[in-house]
């Protein structure tokens, strides 16, 4: 419970212009039911709002709370009442910077409009008197707002419809490419904008101690050990109870992982709920319907060791690193490119070209390469590549003389 309650407060200190002025732990019964505390505790929450002369809302840590319970425990205590959904919302609006995220974040609003037009209709109810329905077009307050609601989130849903077809667009350009593509994941706050900085030496990127400081998807360009160039791709942290329709809001931005080559799952190791965190992560992954080679070759990082004193995972195969002070980021690089040419199929090869034809100049234009020994005596040169299979392919077509070393 004491973990539960450092995160709402953390949550809420993401927020601008917003303080916590006291917390307590209270049993909930069912958020579903009109109540959602006990008569005593009820009680000692009142007399504790009432105690406060600067409190403007009350944040209970509770997924959802229906409207009912709202509004009765609004006009208990004379301020605003929040649940998970409307803080972490409000993040999400506060930090959405694309027109992508926006889209996602009002369309995750859609459900809390419709809970609050309830809440209207059923005071305009008790306010007698007054026709029912609008200007005699037969339809009632409640259907036109309904109505109302309905096209705006048809209008949502199209334009990211379009923007997701945009994306698959560019994506299709990527892999002609054929540049691999990270997927670098983790729960909220665990370091993963760090790492992304660590490993690509991106100056732009400012990571921020804060939860969700990142919503959209960012790619960043960087090179692994044997210089192939690969891209990363920053994606959205996961909370514990993140309310599922504003995962599945934000599908669309996750579903970018489903076409990378590999996911690097990054752990704040320092973190007291550091396995109830992976769990969280792992569970979310496996409800995205990713395919299972994916799963099965992730990549788990402990970050943050520099804050251990001689940490070593326990986890097999677990990578120990700290993003921020550059420990174990080499083994890491190592680690990418060994999974990364499984993944895809590449291959590091050597090849004999003769210097006077065009041989090298494609290779360079192909694929990556690597190394370049000359052999004046000859003209030719030994030229260590890595490449694709199909490029591969071509080049063997092309230049069926060439010797070959695997």
């Known amino acids: 419970a004491e973990l539960q309650v450092a995160e709402a407060v953390a949550l809420v200190d993401t927020l601008q212009n917003w303080t916590i002025l006291d917390k307590i732990i209270i049993p909930t019964k069912n958020p579903d039911k009109k109540f959602i505390f006990g008569k005593g505790n009820f009680q ?6 009432k105690k406060l002369p600067h409190v403007t809302a009350v944040f209970l840590n509770v997924e959802r709370i229906s409207s009912l319970t709202k ?11 929040f649940d998970r ?3 972490v919302l409000h993040i999400f609006r506060c930090n959405a910077r694309t027109k992508e995220a926006k889209l996602q974040i009002a369309l995750a609003e859609i459900p809390l409009l419709r809970s609050n037009l309830k809440n209207e209709v059923s005071q305009l109810d008790q306010q007698r008197g007054g ?12 259907e036109t707002q309904n109505r109302i609601l309905k096209e705006k989130e048809l209008k949502i849903r199209n334009a990211l419809e379009k923007l997701r077809r945009k994306r698959s667009l560019l994506r299709t350009q990527r892999r002609k490419r054929e540049f691999p593509v990270i997927s670098v994941m983790g729960y909220t706050n665990c370091g993963k904008t760090t790492l992304i900085k660590a490993l690509t030496g991106e100056a732009g990127l400012q990571p921020r101690d804060q939860l969700f400081a990142t919503l959209d998807i960012t790619a960043h360009a960087g090179y692994l050990p044997s210089h192939m160039a690969v891209i990363y791709v920053d994606t959205i942290g996961f909370l514990t109870d993140l309310p599922h329709s504003l995962v599945e809001s934000f599908s669309a931005t996750l579903e970018e992982v489903a076409y990378s080559d590999l996911i690097v799952h ?10 109830l965190q992976k769990a969280t992560v792992l569970s979310v992954l496996k409800n995205l319907n990713l395919p299972s080679h994916l799963l ?12 251990i004193e001689r940490y070593k995972p326990t986890e097999e195969n677990a990578l120990a690193i700290s993003a921020l002070r550059g420990h174990g980021l080499e083994e890491l690089k190592e680690e990418i490119e060994k999974k990364i040419l499984t993944a895809t199929g590449k291959k590091i090869l050597t090849v004999n070209v003769n210097l006077e034809g065009p041989q090298l100049s494609w290779l360079y234009k192909e694929a990556t390469v690597q190394e370049v020994e000359v052999m004046p005596e000859d003209g030719t040169a030994r030229v260590k590549v890595i490449i694709s299979n199909s490029a591969f392919g071509k080049y063997k077509n092309l230049f069926p003389s060439s010797k070959i070393f695997m």
């Open 131 to 142: 026709s029912r329905y609008i200007m005699g077009s037969g339809e009632t307050f409640m």
């Open 85 to 87: 959904y409307t803080v």
């Open 71 to 81: 509004k009765e425990l609004e006009d208990a205590w004379g301020v605003k009442v």
């Open 296 to 307: 099965d070759s992730m990549i788990e990082v402990h970050n943050k060791v520099d804050l």
């Open 44 to 49: 000692v929450l009142t007399e504790k709002i």
């Open 266 to 275: 990054v752990r704040d190791i320092t973190h007291p709920e550091t396995i």
